[in-house]
């Protein structure tokens, strides 16, 4: 397996132009930077190539978020997270496709283009960070940041046998972070190695004065012997059931006690996270009116015309929909109903993990019920793909880290677990990742480009 070191690419315009030579049948970018060039500071990640989710800042490139709203919309700035990655020498290499402002479990929900799964390019590459998951699938990047409000950086990772690491809330900085639901959402990593997930968290973590959210990271042990596995009917395909169970058993075969439990806020938790997220992306995108910045209607005739058109003709129906329901749920008289119900089911949510925490020193659990469906799959339409977030959102509302590993692959496609731990337990994820890594190896996607 290539390490981070393979990528280091003095003549980076050569490799770019055999990366977007291989980019052509998957479509993981929608921007390239055709100014990048070779860095001269020392370290790890010196003229390493990395891809951004496009709703992650970069300056003097596109920040479309996948949506015609910003279709033209250049950003002025860096992401805090990309700003620690350049000063580290790592050189962003574009811009990758996503569901529209990160609403969605396909990435099939951009308005700006389509992202084959590298291992079949008939199916979804997952969502909604799923350029970023196809570009490290298919080796034109060995890192690439992207965005979890509910499993976008683990459901993708999962699709793509890559790993996807959804960071503590708040250790990672959402400076120049394009809001979709603050709460809930951090800024994260997709690698193709436990190692270079570790070292690009290393660099990007850190409280941040421009993000009142963000913390320092005090790190907690880094040991972990017991892992708490999910008993009963869940609900998954037999491929991800199968792989499910080879990952445990190759924790016993290390000498690791699995325990089963049960963690029945999960079936609540969807439900109070589209809640949430509903009603904070209704808030965060009340910006977009077509006034200040984004998408402007031609044909309007006064500023409230200016503004309905704007939305109407900037924003996809997912969007539209969320913003409906959004708003209904923070209607005067409505919140208690929702948004402050939900919010007890939060903190329901946070105590059950709290609870297994004191038994177990990781759970392990699927990022997604099943593997990388076919675009247009009708069995699992929007409201199919909000319900197979059941394994996700959860720890989004918790805030708690959660990685998603590649453990097999069952009929050429491949599957992930999450490995979720307490706050701040990202290194104790990262060694069981390592373990696992031993005993159950992740294979290379087919024709991943060989090149450096
Ligand atoms: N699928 C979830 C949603 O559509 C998660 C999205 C995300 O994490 N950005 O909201």
Known sequence: MKKIKDYQSKDVQSYLSQVKDNDKDIGAFLEFNDSAEASDIEGTLSSVPFGVKDNIAVEGMHLTCGSKMLENFVSPYDATAVKKLKEAGAICLG??????????????NSALGVTN????????????????????????????????TGGSIRQPASFCGVYGLKPTYGVVSRFG??????????????????????????????????????IDHIPASPEAKTIAVLSGDLGLSPEVEAAYKKAAEAYKEKGFSIIETTLPMLDYGIAAYYTIAMGEASANLARYNGVRYGHRSKDASNFEDLVQK????????????????????????FQDQYYTRAQKIRTAVRNEFDSVFEKADLIMLPAFPTQAFVHGDSSLDQFQQKLADKFTVAANLAGVPSMSVPVSVENGLPVGMQLMGPVFSEERIFRAAEVLAEVLPPAACPGKMEVC
Do not use: H
């Open 95 to 108: 811009k990758t496709n996503l569901d529209e402002f990160g609403m969605g479990s396909s990435t099939d």
């Open 117 to 148: 799964n590298p291992w079949d390019t008939s199916r979804v590459c997952g969502g909604s960070s799923g350029g970023s998951a196809a570009a490290v699938a298919a080796g034109m990047v060995p890192f690439a940041l992207g965005t979890d």
């Open 177 to 214: 972070l394009v809001a979709y639901a603050s709460s809930l959402e951090v800024c994260g990593i997709l690698a193709d190695s436990v190692d270079t997930t570790r070292t690009v968290f290393e660099t990007i973590k850190g409280k941040d004065v421009n993000d009142q959210t963000s």
């Open 310 to 333: 704007s939305r109407d003709e900037g924003f996809g129906d997912e969007v539209k929909l969320r913003i409906l329901l959004g708003t209904y749920v923070l209607r005067s008289g």
